[in-house]
């Protein structure tokens, strides 16, 4: 999750994206990381429309 959060910051969504969805392999159904992956899928949509 640290991980994915650092590279959210840095705005590099896709290696976010796969850091947490390692921590969701980890810790399946944990309520962080699957918004964590949510907000990562839309922070990459929205960068592919500007």
Request: glycine fraction near 6%; avoid cysteine.
């Amino acid at each position: 999750m640290k991980l994915g959060y650092v590279y959210y910051t840095q705005r590099d969504y896709q290696t976010a994206l796969i850091n947490f969805d390692r921590a969701l392999q980890v810790l399946p159904g944990d309520a962080y990381a699957i918004k964590a992956v949510d907000n990562t899928k839309m922070a990459i949509a929205g960068s592919r429309t500007k």
